[in-house]
């Protein structure tokens, strides 16, 4: 990258800045003639002397002559103001042009950092640099070079004119220059290298943070809240402190500028003055230097900004893209360049005196030298730090080797683009990143290498989309649309979009994962407009079920929802709400708060009792939990109230007993309300809610549904029999009912239940495809880790590759299914390379062939059964595990 | 049900027979009430249990898998426990207990059971004595087996 930010700007935008220069110069005349009217005004004009007699043939009187100079004046007032509105829009796109060209390499430069750089490299550091950082950039480089060709161009025209009146008052106008320019660049120093410790401090701050966010478990479980905000503390003090430093220097540059432009008309006033009294000036003129003057110290001190902004840019850009030199960055042509056709691998993967070092001192891998046929099932095995990760990731070209060679057929792997690696070569690491989108997204990844068909445009969005995609280029940026089709099904073996499905569910059964996507399909909503097809089969699913529960004398362990009847196994709230609500108002935790639901009470005359009844359940909690200590896990599990609010209901019980139950406020009421609110008849049973009650609970809710204002309608999806309910679980919708209290295996049975009905009426293949819809969350942080790691390995296997690699990526499985899944992929793979590096040496017995590693050497290679014999290393390994 | 009627019959339980009442309508709060129809299993032999049971009503029987099938060592009633060692050893289900007839039964989850015996020393002494008479017909029953070997 240019170390100068001036020969970057003219590397990539010298035509612009051309072009800005040259306008900035052909505006200076009409500046100049803007100076050089108003004197003509005053002293022709205005004076009545020289009035000329006659203008490009029209007569002249001193009236007319006024009229035709002010005209001269608007219009030249008019064309400069336009001149330079249309110069800074055109400064701004060439600003932005570049910043956007700057971003851009900085995150091509990150795609291209080795691998090892990432571990003294975090997030928290590169990211406020590609962000925030480089704002100030921009703004500068549109200006790098029209600013000073503007500012300098309108000095020299104010001076030109000024030391056209007069020489001596030229010199009056810039005594002090020379000072100025002996006397900044001494303070700026300091300043810069202020900012320079700023920006540093900064990032370290980001970095920190970005720490404390990955830690935070660490901080709870080790208590070293303290330590770390007072090492943030530190860190703040000390930003603070060159802030401070930095605004007295700043501040007391820009107080020194203008102190001296304003000392400055004490000469004008002095030598003018003296010349008009003599006669050697006129007035006109002295008052036209004035006027220049004052115009004069805008672009003095515009130049003086300008160049404390360049030395505070300077010191950024170089302080950026030092970050981004890493030694060993990965060649632009290989994370550039897609052959025509990817070949496929041919031959035998091949490793000559293979090395690899960290920091050049750590050799991880240390000449190795092994050949692995192409169709041939390797399991890795060697102690930790043996090198066999390193090994994995040099064969995966993850690593680029720092000695020796390793070669796939007749390709050497350090100069093979990254295309080629990545469509033929699957690697699976043991903490494989899951990214944000849904579980489809991440499967498909792996296909999205280039766009394989243009985005559906209509004309309007063509035409935008073109425009984009000039501006993109022009700045350096890809060519490439992000709403284009990426999805390269044809690797996935399969012929078009629509059958891409089949090849990600085979995908889901190799790596076990069938039955956990439908579990996510089954807690996932649908929306029936969108595929009511599936809603209709979910609402037959509904029926099928209710005779199945029947058939096996299984009904009593659901209550079913019925609109006439109350359900002792939902809350009361459910029961008042009977639907699902939409709206977080609408929550259990939050409806007692609920206007619309307060008057529905009041109207049916429920509440009093209601409140009171939440006085009962208040008085056996705290009949049956006072005892406990507070932080008690029955709090939790059992308990309507939490240990800290205890105490407060325990008053507020006090203050009825005194006062009656009306003595309390609203809030409070509240507060019972929806302690009854919560109560589930079935399960708490504190026989509150009894037959009557239940009744008035039931013409609550129809009161409830027949007067919901039109506006609320949406927040809630009510229980209906015969409808799908959109806004509940896929689930909920078929069991359409609550789960009965204290049946034993309940959950089990009712999901082999579903399982079976969903079986026969062909349903499951639909709910997997749901559940494939299901949002992995920030770093797959919705999936638990077993099923991200099945995630990884799938997203590799569904484009086939001929050679993958898995290390140590099934270890959050149980031994039994990790071997399920080694034998699915084996079997996948069979008559292509694999090359499994295992954490348990057992797992190795899998194999037929079996490469041990040792001190970045492999020093075993071969058939299992000859391998494992008296003194091998292989030996030694498995009597150690 | 509802907490009054099930402290009630808790209290029947002699094992419980110290209890103060406001315990025992946490234990009864806290813990689960299953039925069972007869034939159905409460647990099985060898699986891991987090909980015991204490009978309200109607009959269990408690097998074991022996070489030559399931083997019934014994029947249990209303009031008895079943289910305990599991929870008080940690260790995995020592026989399967199944329904023999409409059961009610009191799920005592481990963290309850063990505040109960922690709470109360009458209780834990009460779990004791079960536990030696238990022993001692198992003792006796080994001896008589031991007898019969010898015999043959």
Redesign the interface.
Known sequence: MERSIYRYVLKHSLRDQIILVVWTAASMPFIYLSLEIPKLIINQAIGGVDIPSDVFGFPMDQIRYLVLLCCVFLSLVVFNGAMKYYLNVYRGIVGERMLRRFRYELYTRVLRFPLPHFKRTSAGEIIPMITAETEPLGGFIAEAYSLPAMQGGLLITYLFFIFNQDVLLGVAATALYPFQLWLIPKLQRKVNRLAKERVLTVRKLADRIGESVGGVTEIHAHATSHFERADISARLGRIYDIRFDLYKRKFFIKFLNNFLAQVTPFFFYLVGGYYVIQGDLTLGALVAVLAAYKDLSGPWAELLKYYQMKEDVRVKHLQIIAQFQPTNLLDEKLLDETPEEIPSLQGEILANNLTFAEDEHVTAVDGANFSISLDSHVAAVGLAGSGKDELARLIARLLLPTGGRISIGSMNLADVPEAVVGRRVGDVGQAAYIFSGTVRDNLVYGLKQLPIAEAEYDEKERATREIEQKRSIESGNSPYDIRASWINYRAAGVDSEAKLEHAVIDVLSVVDMQDDVYQLGLRSTVDPEHDHELTDRILRARTEMRSHLEAEGAAKLVEPFDQDRYNSNASVAENLLFGTPNDPTLRQEQLAHHAYVQRILRETGLMDDMVDMGRQVAETMIDLFADLPPGHEFFEQYSFISAEDLPEFQSLLGKIARHGLHSIDDDDRSKLLSLTLMLVTARHRLGLVGESMQARILEARRVFAEEMPEDMRTKIAFFEADQYNPAASLQDNILFGKRVYGQTNAQLRLGRIMAETIDELGLREEIIRVGLEYEAGNAGGRLSPPLRQKLAIGRCLLKRPELLIVHEATGALDTSTERRVLANVRQHMAGHALIWVVSRVALAREFEQVMVVEDGKVVELGDFAELDREGSTLRRLLDGD | ????K?VKLLRNVSLLANVEP?KL??L???S?????ESG?F?CKQDEVGDSAFIIIEGEAEVIVDAPDGPLTIATRGANDVIGEIAILCDIPRTASVCAKSHLVTLKVTK?VFLQLITGYPQTAVAILRILADRLQKTTMQLREALAKAEGH
């Open positions: 049900m509802s907490l009054e099930e406001s309508k946490l009864a709060f806290t689960q009430w299953e039925t069972y159905e409460l963290d």
